[in-house]
Nanobody
Framework: QVQLVESGGGLVQAGGSQTLSCAAS????????MGWYRQAPGKQRELVAT???????NYADSVKDRFTISRDNVKNTVYLQMYSLKPDDTAVYYC???????????WGQGTQVTVSS
């Protein structure tokens, strides 16, 4: 199994920036795609951004040009740099990793990001 530990959430003012990190640990599975999802109160969990092992990225339209996802394959860590934050970005952000030959899913415990207006 792969364990994911997120860090970097907290309170930030609108227009500000914040960086989230997620480190994977556990058995030496090959980590495939990694990504960030978020869930706001009363809403379903939604995709924020994903990144392949080779560095290919995909973003939700709502964060395109404001968020940047990156990863360090040596450290098995994925990052989410968030700029020009808006109150609508307030949510619990979850890290996701797909690993192993069957692309199994692992989720982090979530980190709260609150953007004040």
């Amino acid at each position: 199994q792969v364990q994911l530990v997120e860090s970097g959430g907290g309170l930030v003012q609108a227009g500000g920036s914040q960086t989230l990190s997620c480190a994977a640990s556990g058995r030496p599975f090959r980590i495939n795609d990694m990504g960030w999802y978020r869930q706001a109160p009363g809403k379903q969990r939604e995709l924020v951004a994903t990144i392949t092992r080779g560095g290919g990225t995909n973003y939700a339209d709502s964060v395109k040009d404001r968020f940047t996802i990156s990863r360090d394959n040596v450290k098995n860590t994925v990052y989410l740099q968030m700029y020009s934050l808006k109150p609508d970005d307030t949510a619990v952000y979850y890290c996701n990793a797909k690993f192993g030959a069957w692309n199994s899913d692992s989720w982090g415990q979530g980190t709260q990001v609150t953007v004040s207006s």
